[in-house]
């Protein structure tokens, strides 16, 4: 089915339009935003005015269309800061559904907050221990404290971007009065937090939403600013704190030309960063890592979940494994031949260990490759290994970051018979020893996906034996494999080149030498 999802911020209105599956995975199909400043008509008039209105319902005419013209067999919809506290929002309300049919409903900070955290918790890797994830809007700032598996606490305060940027902002550069008299509202308001927020001892700091994400885009440097997804994206705090000395030093106009930060945002990029800089201070974080999900997707997910309660998993790994299996399944992949490919890329790893030295969490990207590396063939059987790693960049995978997502693409890339170059820009993105060790990774999907050359699953177990020449693969079969034998000697150059070994192929049937 198909489900369109609203959110009416203080800031701007955003729109999801998602195809779901049956596993409750889904697909965006349409994304829509529009800033209308809610907040600031409410900052002045304690309403929204009567011009806002009219974008409003105008805004929210517009997505109802785009939703129809897909086909939307449901829309969910609320508000949140701004439409909380003026006066005349339920008019709002009402005339909004009288226009569009769609009813919006006004929810509280804590609801807000709880949405908020269902995306971020199905869409990046928290683990077993508390994370706190805030969440920068436009009218309200929302704390929240869980891991992978629950909510533990939650708490909306009133540190929205635009409002704190519409009540203590005078001038242009910001005065050092505007900075102070904007430190002492953040530190009252989170003061009465602080003790209980540093009660959970959360060793992970997660922000969602646009005002966060454009400070680590623009802190980060511009690594991965060309991925289709920022999700996971992390910006250490010494580069953040580089970048707000230069916010708070800059005139809007020089702002706008930061890498990161749009126009709009610019205009209330600086309260939102103080925000920022008096949390990380607090509890002591040395990275801001991006949840690309955060309210629109929460309520995506609510609608999802009273459809299917499918749970997708409390660890992190069980949420990057169903993102995977979800991507290789929505373009209908040959599972018996990905799964023997990632059985036998893992045996590889595992016995080739001492030869290439590789941490763990490679291994699993490894497996996460091979499980993709052939989704590509239902675009194009030719050169399906470029449309593999299309699919795998922009295939909304949850619980990686863009630099894993870039491995992940390399390996569906080269696993062929490709030279690794830095012209694919994914792969030219990682630095030179993530480059180096990616390409190992690529030599061993080669010599797994060889052996399953004749897609019948025929081999079960590998062994091996290394001298200083020669790695010996023991190949246990239980049936001829002559076309894998034949494959193995077309890919086995690059692992050969990268170790100054000879691969040796030994085929064993029912236990027994031939």
Not at 152 to 157: E, G, K, P
Not at 181 to 194: A, F, H, Q, S, Y
């Amino acid at each position: 089915m198909k489900i369109a999802a609203i959110d009416l911020g203080s800031n701007s209105f955003h729109l999801i339009v998602a195809q779901v599956y049956p596993n409750a995975s889904f697909e965006t199909l349409a994304s829509e935003k529009e800033v209308l400043r809610l907040a600031d008509s409410v900052a002045v008039e304690q309403r929204i005015n009567p011009l806002t209105v009219q974008q409003a319902i105008s805004t929210m005419t517009r997505f109802r269309s785009i939703a129809d013209s897909l086909g939307v067999e449901e829309i969910t919809a609320v508000a949140t800061s701004a439409m909380r506290e003026a006066s005349n929002s339920q008019n709002v309300v009402s005339m909004i559904k009288d226009v569009t049919g769609i009813d919006v409903k006004v929810i509280s900070g804590d609801e807000e907050a709880r949405l908020i955290f269902l995306a971020i918790r199905k869409g990046v890797s928290i683990g077993s221990k508390p994370a706190l994830a805030l969440d920068i809007g436009g009218g309200s700032l929302e704390f929240m404290v869980g891991t992978q598996s629950s909510l533990s606490w939650v708490r909306s305060l009133k540190l929205g971007a635009a409002r704190l940027s519409k009540e203590f902002i005078t001038s242009d550069p910001i005065s050092k009065k505007d900075i102070e008299r904007l430190k002492d509202k953040i530190n009252r308001t989170i003061d009465p937090v602080e003790k209980t927020i540093a009660s959970f001892s959360p060793t992970q700091l997660i922000g969602s939403s646009g005002t966060l994400t454009a400070l680590v885009k623009a802190a980060s440097s511009g690594n991965f600013l060309s991925s289709p997804s920022s999700n996971q994206l992390s910006a250490s705090k010494e580069e953040l704190f580089t970048l707000g000395e230069k916010l708070i030093k800059s005139s809007l106009s020089q702002r706008e030309k930061i890498p990161g930060i749009d126009s709009r945002r610019a205009e209330i990029i600086v309260p939102g960063w103080l925000v920022l800089e008096s949390v990380m201070e607090r509890f002591g974080f040395e990275k801001l890592m991006i949840s690309e999900w955060a309210l629109r997707e929460g309520l995506l997910l609510e609608a999802i979940l009273r459809h299917d309660p499918l749970d997708w998993g409390q660890e992190p790994k069980a949420l990057r494994r169903h993102s995977v299996i979800s991507l290789a399944e929505r373009f209908d992949f040959d599972k018996s031949h990905s799964f023997q490919v990632a059985s036998l890329a893992l045996q590889l790893f595992d016995i080739t260990q001492e030869l290439h030295g590789l941490k763990s969490y490679l291994r699993e990207l490894l497996e996460y490759g091979a499980m993709l590396h052939d989704i590509g063939e239902r675009v194009s059987k030719k050169d399906h290994h470029k449309h593999s790693a299309y699919l795998i960049l922009n295939g909304n995978l949850r619980g990686f970051s863009p630099q894993e997502i870039a491995i992940l693409a390399s390996l569906a890339r080269f696993h062929h018979n490709k030279k690794p170059k830095a012209s694919f820009e994914p792969f030219g993105q990682l630095d030179p020893n993530c480059r180096s060790q990616v390409v190992i990774l690529i030599s061993l999907l080669r010599i797994a996906d060889a052996l399953d050359a004749s897609r019948s699953s025929s081999i079960s177990n590998i062994k091996s034996r290394i001298s200083p020449n020669v790695l010996e693969l023991i190949l246990k079969a239980n049936n001829e494999i002559d076309l894998e034998i034949w494959a193995l000697r077309t890919k086995r150059e690059l692992f050969e080149e990268i170790f100054s070994i000879r691969i040796e192929p030994i085929v064993e049937l029912y236990g027994l030498p031939t």
